[in-house]
Each structure stands twice: as structure tokens, then as C-alpha cells.
């Protein structure tokens, strides 16, 4: 009886974090551009230092690279939580968000092919920002604040599937369909005056992704993918204080694409070494989108290497032999600069798998420390942050009999 409702509890906590989306500032440069960039990684990746794209894993959903989505040994939910602390040296107090980072379905399509679908946060921005200014007129000294208040980000619906075509060769593909809102508030105060201006942005578009993975089993595997930008599109409402506002129709701009190349090799039968190399194009007219800022987006990239022991694969396998263990360290050049200074972040993680369900589930938990050095650097000094990553792979008969009773 316990049992069922633990695994009811899981079911329900689950659908409720399909369909809630948690925004929260979790990084002083998520208040510039579009706001905080998530990366595109599952819990299990963020323990291996952002890497592990090319080691095939039937219980975990890579969003990098769909050829991996074969042979799903039962159908699953997978759902994603991050919570983070940060501080820096300069500011004032600490501070900490939580965010809902993906919610993915899985599903067996024969012994050779699988479907997955989910939904994911691209861009976040949840901020406030303050400056206090001062101007020179007719001999006299003007004082005003600008508040500038903005909330929203870019979301994305994804669906794909993968065939294993050979014994070392599989292929995936798959549709990511974009949207989003910004809402943006511009307040300015003088001694005798307040002024405001409103705008929304509504954000839509396409893209399309294929990769590939080779592996040949207990030595080594490479794995490659491609993000290729179909349409993206948005629109601009301004509301004045004063007079009409304007509104202008959809406009076309290119979406970010992205390559990312992994390897992987086997070490021993039971623990892998892998490594990634990310390489984010970000187009010129990106820069039009900017939610607040001066600065421009420009190519960014990101490496990443982690070690994970693998569990036993003996049944009788004691509790911890039974666990995954991994860590890993990566550094990432960010993809918004201003004055041709965009931010650098470098941390190492950690983290451990823990299946249950006669292993058809399981709950993956990473710790990332993390260093950002930027443009914000010189008033705020650098960014530090703890975060914690965990998810929650639901899989067996469990599922269907949760539905039905």
C-alpha cells in the first residue's frame, strides 16, 4: 500500500511539473540580451561536467542528440529541477531560484526505434534594474531613476524520434517548435514627474535537428549533432504615457543553431570517459531582439569533460554498487557581450544515479560550482554559484497502472 502511494506521489508530482513553469532570475547577466541562456543538458550531463552526449543511456533522454532515442526499454516520463544560490563579492546578500528545466515523454517504437516529446526553457529573464542618472539643463542639474522591470523568456516543444540503422550506427531527428512573451515595463522618475513606457514581445518559430551516433560496444563512440534554424519570428506592442502606441507585425530573424561533437571511450567495463565541444552560431540580427542592453550576441562555445562509473552488472549488486558516480569540470564562453566582452563561466560538478523500480527508474542528482567573470565584473565583482540539478526517470508498468486507478 505504501508503495502505491509513493509511486501515485510520483505521478502527480510529475504532471504538475509539465505544466508549471517556475521563472526566477538565477544569474545577474539574465537581466541582459534575452535573458538567461539555459543549456541544453540533462542532470545526468551536468554531473559529467556537460558532457556524456555520445554515451548511449536507455533510461536518460539527451535533448542534444535524438539518434540516441532508440530502444526505450518501457515508456517514461522524465522530468527536470534546478535550483541554484549565487552571490558575488560586490553585491549585496544572496540569492536563489528555483526553475522547472524540462518535461519529456518517452516512448518504444519496436526493438529498433523510439519517440520522445517534452517541453524546455531556451531563454529565461525574471529582473529588475535600477539606475539613478543625472543631466545638465539651462544651468541646472536634472535627477532622475530609471526601473526597468522585464519578465519572460523563449520556451520550446519538441518532438522526435531515432532508428538504429546498424549494429554501430543510429540516426534521429527532430521538429523543436519555439514560443514565448516578453513583458517589459520602463519607469522614469524625476522631482516633479513619473514616466512609463510598456512593451510585449510574442515570439514563434521552427527549427530542425539530425545527428548521428557510432558506437562500438565496451571500447569507444562518437556522436554528432546539428540544430538548423527553419523560421523565427516576432512581434513588438508599445504602449506611451502619453499618445498612441505602436505595434509593428511578425518580423523574420534567424535563430541561433548549434553543433555539438562528443566522444566517449570505455576505460574499463565499467567506467567512461567522455568529452563535448559546443559551438553556438549567433546571427547578427539576433541583436535586434534584445530584451535590454546595449551590447550584441556574437558566437559562443562551450567543453566539457566528466569521468562516470557505471553500476555492476551483477543482480545480487550491494546498494552502492548498484549507483552511478560522475564528475566533471567545463568552461563556456557566454553568447552576449557588451563593449566585445562576453561573459566566461568555468565550474566542476558532480553527481550520482540511483535506480529503482527494478531499475526501470531512476533519480540522477548533480552539484555544479560555478565561476562567471564579465562585463558586470567590475561592479559586481564575480559571480559564484552552487547549483543543484535533479530528475526524476519514471518507468515500468507502474506508469499505466498509476493511470488507471
Known amino acids: 500500500m505504501q508503495k502505491k502511494y509513493i509511486k501515485n506521489g510520483l505521478m502527480v508530482i510529475l504532471i504538475f511539473l509539465s505544466v508549471n513553469f517556475i521563472n526566477a532570475q538565477n544569474s545577474f547577466y539574465s537581466s541582459y540580451g534575452l535573458g538567461q541562456k539555459y543549456i541544453e543538458s540533462t542532470t545526468r550531463m551536468a554531473g559529467l561536467g556537460f558532457s556524456g552526449s555520445a554515451v548511449y543511456d536507455s533510461l536518460n533522454i539527451t535533448s542534444y542528440n535524438p539518434a540516441l532515442w532508440h530502444s526505450f526499454y518501457t515508456v517514461s516520463l522524465q522530468g527536470e529541477l534546478n535550483y541554484s544560490s549565487m552571490s558575488a563579492g560586490k553585491a549585496d546578500g544572496q540569492f536563489q531560484s528555483a526553475d522547472l528545466t524540462g518535461f519529456t515523454v518517452k516512448l518504444p517504437l519496436g526493438n529498433y526505434s523510439g519517440l ?14 535600477k ?21 519572460g523568456g523563449v520556451s520550446e516543444f519538441y518532438i522526435g524520434g531515432g532508428y538504429r540503422v546498424t549494429k554501430y550506427l543510429s540516426a534521429g531527428l527532430v521538429a523543436k517548435f519555439l514560443f514565448g512573451k516578453y513583458s517589459s515595463r520602463l519607469r522614469t522618475e524625476t522631482s516633479t514627474n513619473n514616466y512609463y513606457l510598456n512593451s510585449n514581445k510574442s515570439v514563434k518559430g521552427r527549427q530542425l535537428g539530425g545527428g548521428l551516433h557510432w558506437r562500438v560496444p565496451h571500447s569507444y563512440s562518437v ?60 546571427p547578427q540580427s539576433f541583436s535586434d531582439f534584445s530584451i535590454y542592453g546595449q551590447g550584441e550576441y556574437q558566437d559562443a562555445y562551450q567543453i566539457g569533460i566528466g569521468l562516470e562509473q557505471r553500476p555492476s552488472g551483477d ?6 554498487e548498484s549507483m552511478y558516480y560522475r564528475v566533471g569540470g567545463y568552461y563556456r564562453q557566454g553568447d552576449y557581450a557588451i563593449d566585445s566582452d562576453p561573459p566566461t563561466e568555468m565550474g566542476i560538478s558532480a553527481g550520482f544515479g540511483l535506480p529503482f523500480y527494478n531499475r526501470f527508474s531512476r533519480l540522477d542528482v548533480a552539484v555544479i560550482y560555478s565561476i562567471t567573470d564579465g562585463y558586470l565584473a567590475p561592479d559586481i565583482g564575480k559571480e559564484n554559484k552552487i547549483t543543484i540539478d535533479l530528475e526524476i526517470t519514471s518507468g515500468g508498468l507502474w506508469f499505466f497502472n498509476a493511470l488507471q486507478k
Not at 258 to 274: C, E, F, H, M, T
Open 223 to 282: 556522436a554528432l549533432y546539428y540544430d538548423h534554424n527553419l523560421d523565427f519570428q516576432y512581434d513588438s506592442k508599445v504602449a506611451y504615457q502619453f499618445g498612441p502606441g505602436d505595434t509593428t507585425g511578425y518580423k523574420d530573424i534567424n535563430f541561433p543553431s548549434r553543433l555539438q561533437l562528443g566522444v566517449a571511450k570505455n576505460i574499463k567495463p565499467n567506467l567512461v570517459l567522455s568529452s563535448d565541444i559546443v559551438l553556438s552560431q549567433m
Open 131 to 151: 539606475v539613478t542618472e543625472s543631466i545638465d539643463f539651462d544651468n541646472e542639474t536634472l535627477s532622475y531613476e530609471n526601473d526597468f522591470l522585464t519578465k
Open 315 to 320: 543482480y545480487n549488486a550491494t546498494f552502492l
Open 116 to 129: 520522445a516529446f517534452g517541453v524546455k526553457p531556451l531563454f529565461r529573464t525574471n529582473s529588475e534594474t
